[in-house]
């Protein structure tokens, strides 16, 4: 008899962290906050959580190479998940600029790059929910517990100041990330 592809993925939870599985929908909840995610989309995938060894556990059988990289992605977010609501996620990014001093301030949900290369209209960048933003003085710090959303707020920052039209050897001023990792 021919074995089974069979495809197993196993993410530790520590004690501090509660996670709950509902079909497909993964709730994680530590000190930090809670995260909740869909992954309905992902078929013939299955998702376990493991009482006796607090482990999340993927898998899937007869597998091919994609149904392998679903595993892998999956257990990759429930990860991600769990480091979010144990430590959270934080990005730096620094003002860089060498023609026009770069002003920056915050209203709402949105982050108001002025005077960039000495336009008279301000360039703007969502800040995502759940994030937050602390502004220095040449530094802009986000932290949050959704890697995802802390990642797509600091990429929004660096695209808002994107130099068109211009030589990037000359004209480099922007806002760059320069750090990002998990906060002790």
Known sequence: MAK??????EVEVPESVEVEINGMKVTVRGPHGDL?????HARGVIIRFDKEERKVVVETFF????K???VGTIASHIENMIIGVTKKFYYKLKIIYTHFPVNVRIEGDTLYIENFLGEKAPRKAKILSGVDVKLSKDEITLEGIDIEKVGQTAANIEQATKVRGRDRRVFIDGIYIYEKGVVS
């Open 4 to 9: 089974i592809p069979h495809v197993l993925e």
């Open 63 to 66: 597998a091919d190479r994609r």
């Open 68 to 70: 392998k990289a679903l």
């Open 36 to 40: 909740t995610r869909d992954f309905s």
